[in-house]
């Protein structure tokens, strides 16, 4: 759940079966990225049951980024990576840090604020680099 990218197979399948051993549901983090993952509604229902989510839900519900055949898991996965790389490192940085921070914003002025921040940041990088 705390990759950024999740590229599975049709056969995979998740389950949070801690509450089956008499544990509690949520357990590795599972109760903070659940919801903010697939909304907090099936996420009750994933954690406290722990009934199975197979492939096709995971991608409906934005659990997963795509599924692919097994024999394309790692082009695909390495197809992401190399556009990744080819960004400018401090953009992808920020771009993530943007996220993970607004996840939690208070608002869309906040969110608007670090974006801000970070467009400053990125053109001030160029210019340094006499790209701009």
Do not use: W
């Amino acid at each position: 759940m705390v990759s950024d990218v999740r590229i599975i197979t049709p056969e995979a399948r998740f389950s949070a079966a801690y509450i089956n051993i008499g544990l509690g549901g949520a357990d590795m983090g599972s109760s903070y990225f659940l919801p903010r993952l697939i909304g907090a509604g099936r996420a009750y229902e994933f954690l406290l049951t722990s009934d199975f989510m197979g492939a096709e839900e995971a991608s409906k519900l934005g659990f997963v980024s795509r599924v692919v055949p097994y024999t394309e898991l790692m082009p695909a996965s390495l197809d992401i990576a190399c556009k990744m790389t080819s960004k400018n490192p401090l953009g992808l940085r920020l771009t993530k840090e943007a996220i993970n921070q607004n996840l939690d914003a208070h608002g869309l002025e906040n969110a608007l604020q670090v974006e801000d921040r970070n467009q400053v940041a990125c053109i001030l990088s160029h210019r340094l680099k006499g790209n701009i």
